[in-house]
């Protein structure tokens, strides 16, 4: 195998391998989730509907990527220890 090649699997491999070992755990989607929730409208965080969503969400994970899920919508996505949480609100 050329040494291009190889310098290539390694790190597609080392990169795969982080991906797996710094994939967000459902707490830390779901702590993002109350944040940005807080963050976003207030009254909603003040009255705790952060915390009460985040609890009803659901963890999915792929191993190198994971996201969570409420009444069939998507509230979180993450990977690499990133949570970024999706934008609910209707448009226009």
């Not at 491999?13 to 409208?41: C, G, L, W, Y």
């Not at 705790?48 to 994970?61: D, I, K, P």
């Amino acid at each position: 195998m050329p040494k291009s090649a190889l310098t290539s699997v390694l790190l597609t491999a080392a990169v795969f391998a982080a991906a797996i070992v710094f994939n967000p755990s459902a707490d830390k989607h779901r702590e993002k989730i109350r944040q940005v929730t807080a963050e976003r409208h207030p009254v909603a965080g003040a009255l705790g509907l952060g915390a009460l969503t985040a609890f009803v969400s659901s963890y999915h994970s792929w191993g190198v990527a994971s996201y969570t899920t409420a009444n069939q919508k998507v509230l979180s996505i993450g990977a690499f220890g990133v949570v970024v949480v999706l934008d609910q609100q209707p448009k226009g």
